[in-house]
């Protein structure tokens, strides 16, 4: 697997900068199973999961609206020479000095989670999984001082793992059967 390769850009073809304006999570415990990629031949295989997450029975994925144009999504190296590791960091603003974003901080400070980001050009990436969770790194919450300041929360999302790309849809995850009478049809079911 140490083969390398050329990386080509197409220089007509527009690479946009930024994420949605919806970031989507769950508590590390609501999945039953994240796949992580496999690595092969080609650089994308290090990073693309080609399995569906299994979400445990009767848990979904939930959404934070955030402010647009105040958020980015970056992987950063870090460690000593020869000894690299890759770190995720979400820097997101959500809007608003509301009860229901400061109950969200106190309830998830120290809480693992996962959370699903999509970028610009319409690629869900995951941060954090099964393995090595995702954490709130720090919350700055505030009112704001003047009129035209932006009342809300900035948050900072770390992890301790490489950047996933995931190519299927955040609408439709699996989940496990109940594992009752009809025990060989419940190893996973979609949802409808």
Same mark, same amino acid.
């Given at each position: 697997?140490?083969?390398?390769?050329?990386?080509?850009?197409?220089?007509?073809?527009?690479?946009?900068?930024?994420?949605?304006?919806?970031?989507?999570?769950?508590?590390?415990?609501?999945?039953?199973?994240?796949?992580?990629?496999?690595?092969?031949?080609?650089?994308?295989?290090?990073?693309?999961?080609?399995?569906?997450?299994?979400?445990?029975?009767?848990?979904?994925?939930?959404?934070?609206?955030?402010?647009?144009?105040?958020?980015?999504?970056?992987?950063?190296? $870090? +460690?000593?020479?020869?000894?690299?590791? %890759?770190?995720?960091? =979400?820097?997101? /603003?959500? !809007?608003?000095?509301?009860?229901?974003?400061?109950?969200?901080?106190?309830?998830?400070?120290?809480?693992?989670?996962?959370?699903?980001?999509?970028?610009?050009?319409?690629?869900?990436?995951?941060?954090?999984?099964?393995?090595?969770?995702?954490?709130?790194?720090?919350?700055?919450?505030?009112?704001?001082?003047?009129?035209?300041?932006?009342?809300? $929360? +900035?948050?900072?999302?770390?992890?301790? %793992?490489?950047?996933? =790309?995931?190519? /299927?849809? !955040?609408?439709?995850?699996?989940?496990?059967?109940?594992?009752?009478?009809?025990?060989?049809?419940?190893?996973?079911?979609?949802?409808?």
């Amino acid at each position: 697997m140490n083969s390398f390769d050329n990386i080509e850009t197409c220089y007509y073809t527009e690479y946009n900068s930024g994420v949605q304006c919806r970031l989507y999570y769950a508590p590390e415990s609501f999945f039953f199973r994240t796949p992580l990629p496999y690595p092969g031949e080609s650089f994308e295989s290090e990073v693309i999961i080609q399995d569906e997450i299994i979400m445990r029975q009767n848990k979904k994925l939930h959404y934070i609206d955030i402010l647009i144009d105040e958020n980015e999504l970056k992987l950063l190296l $870090s +460690g000593a020479l020869a000894r690299k590791k %890759s770190k995720i960091n =979400l820097s997101i /603003f959500i !809007l608003g000095f509301l009860p229901s974003v400061l109950g969200f901080i106190e309830r998830g400070m120290n809480l693992p989670f996962v959370f699903f980001i999509q970028d610009t050009n319409g690629r869900n990436w995951q941060i954090g999984h099964i393995r090595n969770r995702a954490f709130i790194e720090n919350a700055d919450t505030g009112t704001g001082k003047k009129y035209e300041d932006n009342s809300g $929360s +900035g948050i900072t999302i770390t992890c301790n %793992s490489p950047l996933f =790309l995931y190519n /299927f849809s !955040l609408d439709h995850f699996s989940r496990p059967g109940d594992f009752n009478t009809d025990f060989n049809n419940d190893f996973f079911k979609s949802y409808d």
